[in-house]
């Protein structure tokens, strides 16, 4: 059996979600320290645990269970977008909160 086309556009969501999300599961990696020596691994692990999570939690409401196949598949999916979440931890994404003012150097007489 392999990953519903349902159950992979969900995991792909929540995916999008985390990363929209990364700078708060980087302030709690944060808070491992010095437990922990980095920082992105910390929220990334963070981040692939809580969108595994939610692939379980998926599975369990369809009253199914994931297979080996489908665990390997989820795998390939996290190994896909890894890149994407590594980036977002990195480099944060900008929110409306802090775009950056508009330069009114143009406004000058």
Do not use: H, W
Request: contains cysteine; hydrophobic residues 30%.
């Amino acid at each position: 059996m392999a990953i519903s086309k349902e159950n992979k556009d969900f995991i792909e969501s929540l995916i999008d979600y985390y990363i929209s999300e990364s700078e708060a599961y980087t302030q709690i990696a944060e808070n491992f320290v010095p437990e922990v020596e980095s920082i992105p691994d910390t929220a990334f692990g963070i981040i692939t645990g809580c969108v595994y999570s939610g692939f379980l939690q998926a599975y369990q409401n369809q009253q199914q269970t994931p297979s080996l196949e489908d665990v390997r598949e989820f795998n390939e999916i996290i190994k896909n977008r890894a890149a994407s979440i590594k980036k977002a931890i990195i480099e944060p994404i900008k929110t409306e909160d802090t775009k950056e003012e508009p330069d009114d150097s143009e406004e000058e007489d």
